[in-house]
């Protein structure tokens, strides 16, 4: 997406447009409708995105003791079908739809976490690890079944996963028996990392979409400087 001002966005109790792009729920599924510009090569990326949960649910958890920041798992289980005119380009697959929320920036109330999020036979599971600046932690071990309920587990072992090839972030998991391992790196940022990972869960082995994040890489002066290169910024 493009960083822009404010007065180029608009929204309502069903949807948000910035600038050409827009985002909206039909009552059963949500839709992106896209209109950028790649960046730092241009070239237009237009089409649509179909996120449609599998299941929902409502349970919001707070993940400091302040209580300023909030995790809401809306979809923890979705189908996702992407159309692309430009460039045509087509697919689909399993996905999931989460937010934050908070009243101050992430880099105030944290210094890093790992996150994860694999379907299972009977729903999914999520594994959120976050360290906070005053070096406390917390651990989130969810599973969700087919109607949206959620349970804790004891969340397994904790598995190193490795640092990423090029920007070395870290990378850890939790998993049973500690069994698990990177089958790809999807992005590798200075600050952020998504993988695929191939793990066990609650006896079951299956794959999970994976992130890193560094804030305390994310506040420097250098990575900072380096946000406009990755995503365009429009000021007007």
Known sequence: MTERRAKAVTRDKNGCAIGPSNVGWTGSELV????????????????????????ITNKHFELDAGRRH???????????????DRPSLSWN??????????DEPLEEGFSKWDWSRAD???GAAVLYDATRRDGTSRTLSLK?????????????????????????IERHT???????????TLEDTPFYARSLL???????VTTAMHESLS????????????????????FW
């Open 198 to 204: 191939r793990t066990k869960l609650l006896g079951e």
């Open 174 to 184: 939790h998993a049973e028996c500690g069994q698990a391992a990177i089958e790809k």
């Open 70 to 84: 909030a995790w809401w798992p809306i979809a923890p289980r979705a189908r996702v079908e992407v159309e692309l």
């Open 93 to 102: 697959g399993s996905g999931y739809l989460d937010m934050n929320a908070g």
């Open 32 to 55: 992106l409708e896209l209109n950028e510009i790649a960046n730092p090569v241009p070239r237009r990326i237009a089409g649509r995105i179909r996120l449609i949960p599998e299941l």
């Open 144 to 168: 969700f079944d087919k109607t949206g309920a959620v349970e804790e587990f004891d969340a397994p072992l904790r598995a190193r996963l490795g640092a990423t090839p090029t920007w070395r």
């Open 215 to 234: 804030l305390c890489r994310f506040e420097t002066r250098w990575v900072k400087a380096l946000l406009p290169f990755r995503m365009p910024r429009v």
């Open 120 to 122: 299972l036979k009977s």
